[in-house]
């Protein structure tokens, strides 16, 4: 099991932006794929980005296309999640995850096994 650390949460105006760290306890992290999940208040927790490896190899959610981007450094034992253009409905408890798999699986909590413990994202407009 990897322990997971997300970072980097705060309230930021509509139109702003924010970036997201997760750093896993061991370099395990830099060899599976790792995702973004958010859960706003009352809502189930969806999948929002996935980075199968270090080669660049991503997927996201329509919901976050070409606003979000995901990123790693291996170095750090790293993964990042750039968020741009933010807006109110991306407010949410944001939480990374690994999955003990060899590429990204589809972005449902039960495909994935170590988890984070979330940090906040609150966006006003």
């Known amino acids: 099991q990897v322990r997971l650390v997300e970072s980097g949460g705060d309230s930021v105006q509509s139109g702003g932006s924010l970036k997201l760290s997760c750093t896993g306890s061991?370099?395990?992290?830099?060899?599976?794929?790792v995702a973004w999940f958010r859960q706003a208040p009352g809502k189930e927790r969806d999948g929002v980005a996935c980075?199968?490896?270090?080669?660049?190899?991503?997927n996201y959610a329509d919901s976050v296309e070409g606003r979000f981007t995901i990123s790693r450094d291996a170095a750090a034992n790293a993964v990042y999640l750039q968020m741009n253009s933010l807006k109110p409905e991306d407010t949410a408890m944001y939480y990374c995850?690994?999955?003990?798999?060899?590429?990204?699986?589809?972005?449902?909590?039960?495909?994935?096994?170590?988890w984070g413990q979330g940090t906040q994202v609150t966006v006003s407009s």
């Open positions: 980075s199968s490896d270090n080669r660049g190899r991503t």
């Open positions: 995850a690994m999955a003990w798999q060899y590429m990204c699986p589809d972005l449902k909590v039960g495909n994935f096994d170590d």
């Open positions: 061991t370099e395990t992290v830099n060899v599976y794929p």
